[in-house]
């Protein structure tokens, strides 16, 4: 009897339901071709701001930054010129630690990690070591530094010196 009077009610409650009524066709409205044309011109605007922005930051680098910035991308530690196609799912120390015995380093905390530190999401996808360790780096905290040691063959993750 229960049954009966469950289905009943919802079979009533589907007979009351009505289709939506059709989408209109904003193709043909002039309004949206102006907001449309409006975008358009305010993303070209975006794009020169951006452009004039990074113009005016390239003045500001002195030769020495340029310089550096040539050795740093140029230098490659050996090891990290190796490829990976892993994906690093990790919390970032196990992560920095991972790539490191991946190029054939022992990973050494100089500082006392946190409980619970952010996890990381890298895939490889066919990029050396270098570039995957710089993204984990980009989300490590700023107060922290890593400093490889090739001699050692060692990584430690040591407090930045202010």
Do not use: W
């Not at 939506?20 to 701001?49: I, M, S, T, Y």
């Not at 710089?134 to 040691?149: I, R």
Request: proline content about 7%; charged content about 25%.
């Amino acid at each position: 009897m229960k049954k009966s009077l469950t289905i009943s009610f919802v079979l009533c409650l589907a007979g009351c339901v009505t289709k939506p009524p059709p989408a209109e066709n904003l193709n043909n409205d002039p309004f949206v071709g102006r907001l449309a044309a409006a975008a358009e011109l305010a993303q070209r605007d975006l794009e020169r701001l951006s452009r004039a922005e990074n113009a005016i930051a390239d003045q500001k680098r002195t030769a020495l930054d340029r310089q550096r910035e040539a050795v740093s991308v140029a230098a490659v530690v050996p090891g990290f010129d190796r490829t990976t196609q892993e994906v690093f799912t990790l919390p970032y120390p196990k992560a920095i630690e991972r790539v490191a015995n991946l190029a054939g380093y022992k990973f050494v905390p100089a500082v006392t990690l946190p409980s619970n530190p952010p996890m990381v999401n890298i895939e490889g996808k066919g990029r050396t070591l270098k570039e995957v360790m710089a993204q984990v780096m980009d989300q490590v905290p700023t107060d922290m530094k890593l400093h490889v040691y090739a001699a050692t063959k060692t990584v430690v993750l040591a407090a930045r010196q202010l």
